[in-house]
């Protein structure tokens, strides 16, 4: 071969090598580029109340442990944080994220929603589900009693001795659904602050409230106060929260989807370790 075919084959092979070096580079910008758009693409498909927004809904206002300083946007808090984690599950920045506030009750009701999906440790029963929908559960809590150290009924051991005691829970919870089975002088009221004030001025003498709610106003909430114990679950391991969506929402089995992973992966029990404590020893009542 003389040297100047042999010089243009060395050119013919460079240039080969050239352009196939630049395919290549130029078929992997593509898929960065689609691996980027998906997460923007599974949300534009998503039938959200805004379009490429979320809306999450807590009461108003919030408390802790669920929602620190009633600042649901901080991401502090159990139900905050969880919103934030169900969020990037179903591909929504932060930013994406819009609050807004509901009645306890009021949410509860048939008909038009203001939000997606709402937490306000709403728990599962069969006569809700008649009215909205609710995703896969993301908490199993049991019901307390509390009261204040002073009381009389601080040192009950069991139900029997609550006979005469005047009890207060949350209108529409499932706290006062219980105490209303299990005690005969039950009151509703508007809210688990209301029901502590309540408590604090010696209108009632004790309340109904979830776990995590219970060790909150005893350690930070409401001085003098004890958790008496947890009341029996008829039979079930406690109530299962989860977040609440309109009926026939297409967004359920995204939010549960969301949920379920968030289980899987772990996630889900840092953030209640981060921000929940658990009955522990506190005794079941009997």
């Given at each position: ?6 010089s243009?084959?060395?050119v013919?092979?460079l ?5 196939g ?17 998906s ?8 039938k ?5 927004k979320?809306?999450?809904a807590?009461g ?12 649901p946007?901080s ?5 905050a ?10 591909g929504f920045?932060d ?6 506030r ?10 038009p ?27 199993t809590?049991?019901?307390a009693?509390?009261?204040?150290s002073?009381?009389?009924y601080?040192?009950?051991k069991?139900?029997?001795?609550f ?6 829970a949350?209108?529409g919870?499932?706290?006062l659904t219980?105490?209303?089975k299990?005690f005969?002088t039950v009151s509703?009221f508007?809210?688990n602050?209301?029901?502590v ?7 009632i ?7 995590p ?5 005893t350690t ?8 008496v114990g947890?009341l029996p ?13 309109p009926?026939?929402?297409?967004l ?9 992973e ?24 009997q």
């Amino acid at each position: 071969m003389s040297k100047k075919v042999l010089s243009l084959v060395c050119v013919v092979l460079l240039v080969a090598s050239t352009v196939g070096l630049a395919a290549c580079g130029k078929s992997n910008n593509s898929s960065t580029t689609n691996n980027s758009s998906s997460t923007t693409s599974s949300t534009a498909s998503l039938k959200t109340l805004t379009s490429g927004k979320l809306t999450v809904a807590t009461g108003q206002p919030a408390y802790s442990p669920w929602v620190e300083d009633n600042k649901p946007e901080s991401g502090k808090g159990f139900e905050a944080a969880l919103a934030y984690a169900i969020a990037e599950k179903m591909g929504f920045k932060d930013s994406d994220v819009v609050w807004v506030r509901t009645d306890f009750e009021a949410a509860i009701t048939p008909g038009p929603k203001t939000f997606d999906f709402n937490l306000q440790q709403y728990s599962v029963t069969p006569e809700r589900e008649k009215a909205v929908d609710f995703s896969s559960p993301y908490y199993t809590t049991t019901q307390a009693i509390v009261t204040l150290s002073a009381s009389k009924y601080a040192s009950a051991k069991s139900l029997a001795d609550f006979s005469g005691a005047k009890i207060g829970a949350a209108s529409g919870s499932t706290s006062l659904t219980l105490a209303q089975k299990l005690f005969k002088t039950v009151s509703p009221f508007n809210d688990n602050d209301t029901a502590v004030q309540a408590l604090k001025v010696n209108q009632i003498d004790a309340i109904v409230v979830d776990m995590p709610t219970a060790w909150y106003v005893t350690t930070g909430e409401l001085d003098n106060s004890k958790i008496v114990g947890q009341l029996p679950s008829e039979g079930t391991p406690g109530d299962n929260l989860a977040a609440l969506l309109p009926k026939g929402s297409p967004l359920t089995s995204a939010v549960s989807k969301a949920i379920d992973e968030l289980k899987a992966d772990g996630t889900l029990a840092q953030i209640e370790k981060q921000w929940l404590l658990s009955g522990g020893d506190i005794p079941v009542l009997q």
